[in-house]
């Protein structure tokens, strides 16, 4: 495994500075710098993150604020315009070769986001299969596993997420909590090193939204590394092992969550906690 | 309270649709017009038509007529995916090429399409393949390529390929945004998205128009009687024209038109209800 530059590990010291025992470890996402423009919109204005294996990071902020976009940069779902992402020792969607990177092409991309699960804000469900050919299809079709073996780590994925008999239902036969925690165990069936949650629980009715934060929960006890962007306060309190406020595309405030959710100090992550709160 | 207990009880009396009875009426008076018309007139000659309809050029132009049409439907649907995927590529060249196609395909009359490649070995005697102005690989004569059939298969399935390519396009524009990004999360090259995710729900949407082509197909082919290809149509016009039984002779034709024409409505929507399978509500089935 080659690990990112020496220069790569700089921003995330001082963020997790404190903790001796992540720091001796190798980050498992490094982003330094990120910058990605919409136009001539500037979104993100050089994001530095890095997050160590068996981390849960939780990303606040308002709205707008490029949660989303660096969350979609960090599996090259958008292109970066400045800075890099390193995943698992690896440069996200770039070659380097005598000094230069060298963009990958579709399908070499395609292969690094194997190892990156993402659940979206919508579930993004495929409505033409069922919960577990859901489950079932990227370990069947991108890594051509033996398909009697994918189905029982399909099936064991749904009962992990409480759903073993709604196997043979079809999304719309789900309710939305249903359908996503089907989108964690599609996410988790490709064994990811890294999980990445885009407001996982903001299109689901209020009742709903308990079943998939325990969910995500469970998944953070067992040592998964987790990027999750959320407007649940709680859950970042009580799960996430460091909270990073975004603001106007960049790093406002990032900290511990009982730190910086009870004592902000950048009045900006101020307003916003008062907000939500 | 009371009062609202009483009327529990009551009878519910359905709604009255006296229009259903004075349609019912109507059409029963035009069916039995129609059926007058047909046992009265003594030129529709039911015994002709009883006789032609299996008769052997009637047979063979019939075949001709399948044939043609399922080719001609196969070349369109292959090739008008592809380009309806070349017109949403990244590469402005394959975009640019493709909507050129269509422009071209679309924009010119069918027959003349037609003749076009029947009179190809007019005007380029040979094929060739090779660097252009430079050496030659391979060379044949393009009369010898291109036969009627060919020449048919050709002028029908690259126009068709046009109109395909737009319903095509159509469909994978009808496609959820966020079906293609979850696809890509879970690290499938392009063409799996395409294949697994994309087109299958394009499907959806894909199949009454592309019906609708075939259907239309099947009665364009009888086009090919310019390039001399006797196809159903064009077996039955060239009987009457020997025996002037005109009328028998075009509802011989019809007969087997709406024969087609039923057996892939059939088939439409069999596989319509195949596609929809995933729409059950809850309940629907368990
Ligand atoms: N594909 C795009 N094209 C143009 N602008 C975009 C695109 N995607 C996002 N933006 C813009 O970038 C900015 C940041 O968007 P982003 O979705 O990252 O915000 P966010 O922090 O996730 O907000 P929210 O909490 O509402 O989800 C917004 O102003 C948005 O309009
Ligand atoms: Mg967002």
């Given at each position: 495994?080659n690990g990112p530059d020496g220069h790569v590990n700089g921003p995330g010291e001082s963020v997790n500075?404190?903790?001796?025992?992540?720091?001796?470890?190798v980050p498992l996402l490094s982003a330094t710098g990120v910058r990605k423009s919409f136009g001539r919109v500037e979104v993100l204005k050089g994001v530095d993150l890095t997050v160590y294996?068996?981390?849960?990071v939780c990303l606040l902020g308002p709205s707008g604020s490029g949660k989303s976009t660096f969350l979609r940069c960090v599996n090259h779902l958008e292109r970066i315009d400045a800075g890099e992402i390193w995943v698992d020792g690896h440069l996200v969607g770039y070659r380097r070769a005598g000094g230069k990177k060298y963009e990958m092409r579709p399908r070499e991309v395609a292969d690094q986001r194997r190892d990156i699960g993402m659940v979206f804000q919508r579930?993004n469900?495929?409505?033409?299969?069922?919960?577990?050919?859901?489950?079932?299809?990227?370990?069947?079709?991108?890594?051509?596993?033996?398909?009697?073996?994918?189905?029982?780590?399909?099936?064991?994925?749904?009962?992990?997420?409480?759903?073993?008999?709604?196997?043979?239902?079809?999304?719309?036969?789900?309710?939305?909590?249903?359908?996503?925690?089907?989108?964690?165990?599609?996410?988790?069936?490709?064994?990811p090193r890294l999980m990445l949650f885009d407001e996982?629980?903001?299109?689901?009715?209020?009742?709903?939204?308990?079943?998939?934060?325990?969910?995500?929960?469970?998944?953070?006890?067992?040592?998964?590394t987790m990027v999750v962007v959320t407007?649940?306060?709680?859950?970042?309190?009580?799960?996430?092992?460091h909270v990073v406020f975004m603001d106007d595309g960049t790093i406002v405030e990032a900290?511990?969550?009982?730190?910086?959710?009870?004592?902000?100090?950048h009045?900006r992550t101020?307003?916003f906690?008062?907000?939500?709160? | 309270?009371?009062?609202?207990?009483?009327?529990?009880?009551?009878?519910?009396?359905?709604?009255?649709?006296?229009?259903?009875?004075?349609?019912?009426?109507?059409?029963?008076?035009?069916?039995?017009?129609?059926?007058?018309?047909?046992?009265?007139?003594?030129?529709?000659?039911?015994?002709?038509?009883?006789?032609?309809?299996?008769?052997?050029?009637?047979?063979?132009?019939?075949?001709?007529?399948?044939?043609?049409?399922?080719?001609?439907?196969?070349?369109?649907?292959?090739?008008?995916?592809?380009?309806?995927?070349?017109?949403l590529s990244e590469n402005p060249l394959l975009r640019?090429?493709?909507?050129?196609?269509?422009?071209?395909?679309?924009?010119?009359?069918?027959?003349?399409?037609?003749?076009?490649?029947?009179?190809?070995?007019?005007?380029?005697?040979?094929?060739?393949?090779?660097?252009?102005?430079?050496?030659?690989?391979?060379?044949?004569?393009?009369?010898?390529?291109?036969?009627?059939?060919?020449?048919?298969?050709?002028?029908?399935?690259?126009?068709?390929?046009?109109?395909?390519?737009?319903?095509?396009?159509?469909?994978?524009?009808?496609?959820?945004r966020g079906?293609r990004e979850a696809a890509e999360a879970l690290g499938m090259r392009p063409?799996?998205v395409?294949?697994?995710?994309?087109?299958?729900?394009?499907?959806?949407?894909?199949?009454?128009?592309?019906?609708?082509?075939?259907?239309?197909?099947?009665?364009?082919?009888?086009?090919?009687?310019?390039?001399?290809?006797?196809?159903?149509?064009?077996?039955?016009?060239?009987?009457?024209?020997?025996?002037?039984?005109?009328?028998?002779?075009?509802?011989?034709?019809?007969?087997?038109?709406?024969?087609?024409?039923?057996?892939?409505?059939?088939?439409?929507?069999?596989?319509?209800?195949?596609?929809?399978?995933?729409?059950?509500?809850?309940?629907?089935?368990?």
């Open positions: 495994m500075g404190p903790d001796e025992r992540v720091n001796a470890q294996p068996g981390q849960v579930f469900l495929f409505p033409h299969r069922t919960a577990l050919e859901n489950v079932m299809e990227a370990p069947r079709h991108v890594l051509g596993q033996p398909r009697d073996a994918v189905r029982q780590a399909a099936l064991d994925l749904l009962r992990r997420v409480g759903l073993a008999e709604r196997a043979d239902h079809y999304p719309a036969q789900l309710s939305g909590g249903q359908q996503q925690r089907v989108a964690i165990a599609r996410a988790l069936a490709m064994r996982p629980t903001s299109a689901l009715d209020p009742e709903l939204v308990g079943e998939v934060l325990d969910v995500m929960k469970d998944l953070a006890g067992a040592g998964m407007h649940e306060i709680g859950f970042a309190r009580e799960a996430a092992d900290g511990r969550p009982t730190e910086l959710i009870a004592n902000p100090q009045p101020k307003a906690l008062a907000k939500v709160l | 309270m009371t009062a609202v207990q009483e009327h529990v009880t009551e009878p519910i009396v359905p709604l009255r649709r006296p229009g259903r009875w004075v349609a019912g009426a109507v059409l029963a008076v035009l069916a039995a017009m129609a059926v007058s018309f047909v046992l009265t007139t003594p030129a529709l000659r039911p015994d002709l038509v009883a006789g032609y309809l299996f008769e052997k050029s009637i047979m063979r132009g019939l075949l001709l007529t399948v044939e043609l049409t399922a080719l001609a439907m196969l070349a369109g649907l292959v090739l008008g995916t592809a380009l309806a995927i070349m017109r640019g090429v493709a909507a050129a196609y269509v422009w071209l395909f679309r924009g010119t009359p069918i027959l003349v399409q037609l003749l076009f490649w029947f009179f190809l070995g007019a005007v380029m005697p040979r094929v060739s393949l090779g660097v252009p102005f430079g050496p030659e690989f391979f060379s044949a004569p393009v009369n010898a390529l291109i036969t009627p059939f060919t020449a048919a298969i050709l002028g029908l399935g690259l126009n068709e390929a046009a109109y395909m390519a737009e319903i095509v396009r159509a469909g994978i524009g009808s496609v959820d079906q063409a799996l395409y294949r697994r995710v994309i087109l299958p729900q394009a499907a959806r949407v894909i199949v009454p128009p592309t019906a609708n082509e075939t259907i239309s197909m099947l009665k364009l082919t009888s086009l090919v009687l310019v390039i001399g290809l006797p196809d159903l149509l064009t077996s039955a016009q060239l009987i009457y024209g020997r025996n002037f039984q005109q009328i028998p002779l075009l509802i011989v034709a019809s007969i087997w038109y709406l024969v087609l024409t039923t057996l892939l409505t059939f088939i439409q929507s069999r596989l319509e209800r195949r596609l929809g399978r995933s729409d059950v509500q809850v309940g629907g089935h368990a």
